[in-house]
């Protein structure tokens, strides 16, 4: 909806930590250097295949996956913002084996650890698809005065302070949740602002899209495999069969689904028993975001964001999306999910 005043978000982000007189305005900064992040990142993506910044790195990840150009360069960015954030402690990328804590002084004080995504949907950048950047961030739970320490990273979900998300798609948006709710904000390039553009997202209780690689069905449990039977299954009155929708970039597949509803999901498969997507900064976020819309985010033993994490790129399957469609497919996932 267009304002009658545009609302920036560094205006919205103040606005919002005024109602709690004890806030001391340390994570609007942070969600300002996130955005700054996004800006610069966006710049880059603008110019894809007008510069040399598209196709391969020539590296692989901790995780064995190709980087591409702008995995690095996005993460090179976002390393470089939050080592020069006075709020920033230290960080944990999906393209670094390890987290790194900043050592200075400063930063030994700063109370919160940033885990980001820095460029999500790889395969999508050179055929001009959406991608984004993911981050989480959390108080953490080390002693302030000292670097802060691994544990700070593997902190389970339901202690997120804000996670949110930069897409860059047919507009730049950037999407943030608190406690408080979920906002969006577009980014008007004329000023070079993200402006508030959908103020309090909820995620529609019912949807009628499924999001999933069907492609690996054949791998599914048979109470996988049941779920997408019901999904193609014809039930006018339930609009049934429900669309099926997959760009393959987590964040442009869950943005469609947060506003419009639906049900996005990874799950375990017989090659990939812990499913592919990274829990602390892919799904814990998203699942944060999500139910933060009123929305539910599942693996398949219980809730994403009560998975205590022990390890830091470890993978969880999920469920996530309209709390109604998460539920029906829960009952047909937890029943019967014997991968194998
Ligand atoms: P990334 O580009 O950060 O490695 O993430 C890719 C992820 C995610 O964005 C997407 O949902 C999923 O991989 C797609 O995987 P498939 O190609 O196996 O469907
Ligand atoms: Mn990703
Ligand atoms: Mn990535």
Avoid: W
């Amino acid at each position: 909806m267009p304002q009658s005043k545009l609302i920036t978000m560094d205006e919205f982000t103040i606005q919002e930590t005024r109602k709690f007189p004890q806030a001391t305005g340390e994570l609007s900064t942070l969600l300002r250097d996130i955005g700054l992040a996004g800006k610069i990142i966006n710049k880059q993506v603008r110019r894809a295949g007008l510069e040399d910044i598209l196709g391969k790195h020539g590296a692989t990840n901790v995780q064995g996956e190709e980087q591409m150009k702008l995995d690095v360069y996005s993460n090179d960015i976002m390393i470089d913002i939050f080592m020069n954030s006075p709020e920033c402690a230290g960080i944990a990328s999906e393209e670094n084996d390890d987290h790194v804590c900043y050592e200075d002084t400063f930063s030994a004080n700063s109370k919160y650890v940033v885990l980001f995504d820095p460029l999500d949907g790889s395969s999508n950048i050179d055929v001009n698809a959406p991608i984004g950047t993911i981050f989480a961030i959390y108080r953490r739970v080390s002693e302030l005065g000292k670097p802060c320490t691994k544990e700070d990273f593997l902190q389970p979900g339901n202690r997120l302070m804000a996670a949110g998300y930069v897409i860059y798609g047919s507009s730049t948006m950037m999407v943030y949740a608190t406690k408080l709710g979920v906002n969006g904000f577009t980014l008007e390039p004329s000023i070079g602002e993200f402006c508030l553009s959908h103020p309090n997202i909820k995620c529609p209780e019912n949807g009628k899209i499924y999001s999933i690689n069907q492609g690996n069905s054949s791998k599914y449990s048979d109470g996988m495999k049941a779920y997408l039977d019901y999904c193609m299954e014809n039930k006018k009155e339930e609009n049934r069969p429900y669309s099926h929708r997959y760009i393959g970039s987590m964040v442009g597949d869950l943005h469609r689904t947060l506003i419009k509803g639906g049900i996005f999901m990874y799950p375990a498969d017989k090659s990939s028993t812990k499913g592919k997507l990274r829990l602390q900064y892919e799904c814990n976020p998203m699942a944060f975001i999500v139910e933060a819309a009123g929305g539910k985010a599942m693996c398949n033993t219980g809730n994403i964001l009560d998975i205590v994490p022990t390890e830091l790129h470890q993978r969880t399957p999920i469920f996530i999306g309209s709390k109604n469609m998460v539920n029906k497919a829960m009952e047909f996932v937890m029943e019967k999910e014997v991968v194998g």
